[in-house]
């Protein structure tokens, strides 16, 4: 069974930088979409940051400029560098791997808090 561990969420202050990673344990089947996301307390889990397993980049606006998603290089890690935090940046970030082809899975870390305050 794969597991992902998150690790690199702490309090910052606002103009601050982190740097998520995420390791993958166990074997990951083929190069899988790696990507982040945030859930900050009341809300829905959304898409922070992606890479396809085809290498193309996405991010959610509000982070565009701001934040970097990387591949380590082994394809079992995953970045997220976050320069100039902001207090909304405040949220449980998680890192995910999937796939749908040829052997469909969706693995979640237990997910690592991020602060943004003063």
Request: glycine residues 12%; hydrophobic residues 30%; charged residues 15%.
């Amino acid at each position: 069974q794969v597991q992902l561990v998150e690790s690199g969420g702490g309090l910052v202050q606002p103009g601050g930088s982190l740097r998520l990673s995420c390791a993958a344990s166990g074997s990951i089947s083929n190069l899988p979409t790696v990507g982040w996301y945030r859930q900050a307390p009341g809300k829905q889990r959304d898409l922070v940051a992606e890479i396809t397993s085809v290498g193309n980049i996405n991010y959610v606006d509000s982070v565009k400029g701001r934040f970097t998603i990387t591949r380590g290089n082994a394809k079992n890690t995953v970045y997220l560098q976050m320069n100039s935090l902001k207090p909304e940046d405040t949220a449980v970030y998680y890192c995910n791997f999937r796939r749908n082809w040829p052997l469909k899975y969706d693995y979640w870390g237990q997910g690592t808090q991020v602060t943004v305050s003063s």
